[in-house]
């Protein structure tokens, strides 16, 4: 079982839509998951940090199963600025290093 | 605070030269530096991880005499591709991590094509 696996994409929604994106890892002794973003062409950039008991930031929402070992991300009322890859993260040890899943390519129509 | 850069942005080699990648961190220690690629459509993939003053770590597939890694000091890290390939043709990411703090800062990458 891969490290990080996620949806293969690509979600293609329109604006205003709602969209979900999943995620399982395999080390049950993993502390640490997280949600970034990435660009086209760019470096990835932290978007959230998943906590035990699920966390929003704003539009973005969070969750954590550890039973099942699986982290999902929901992005309500999308915008054409999410169109973007996100990756699932999670540390190898304790908090690092980081490790990618393969990302899932989102994007958002007019 | 916490920026890290890489230099070059981008370069172009010929097949069999060797290509050197810095990564610094700006305003922070960085006691261990971590070296990833990206081929288009894929993810990140985790090539190696070093702690300053130590050999790196290099990950299972990772070639340690292709890919040399230097972290001789707490702002820089070097990864050097010798005798590169067109098959390198990659986008290299670095991300450093200062003593005590978990996160990782990533540097905006270093696209390299080898024709």
């Known amino acids: ?110 | 605070g916490a920026v890290v850069s890489q230099h070059p942005s981008w370069v172009i080699c010929k097949s069999g030269t060797s290509v050197k990648i810095e990564c610094r961190s700006l305003d922070f220690q960085a006691t261990t530096m971590f070296w990833y690629r990206q081929f288009p459509k894929q993810s990140l993939m985790l090539m190696a991880t070093s702690n300053e003053g130590s050999k790196a770590t290099y990950e299972q597939g990772v070639e340690k005499d292709k890919f040399l890694i230097n972290h001789a000091s707490l702002t820089l890290s070097t990864l050097t591709v010798t005798s590169a390939h067109p098959e390198d043709s990659s986008f290299y990411i670095c991300s450093a991590r200062g003593r005590d703090r978990y996160e990782q800062y990533f540097g905006p990458g270093t696209r390299l094509t080898v024709t």
């Open chain 1, 1 to 110: 079982r891969k490290e990080v696996e996620q949806d293969p994409g690509p979600f293609n929604v329109p604006e205003g839509a709602t969209v979900a994106f999943n995620c399982t890892y395999s080390n049950s002794a993993s502390q640490s998951f997280f949600w970034y973003r990435q660009d086209c062409r760019k470096e990835p950039k932290l978007l959230m940090s998943v906590y035990s008991s699920g966390n929003e930031d704003g539009r973005f929402t969070a969750q954590l199963n550890r039973a099942s070992q699986y982290i999902s991300l929901l992005i309500r009322d999308s915008k054409l600025s999410d169109s973007a890859t996100y990756l699932c993260v999670v540390p190898r040890w304790g908090n690092t290093p980081l490790v990618f899943g393969k990302g899932t390519r989102l994007s958002v129509i007019a």
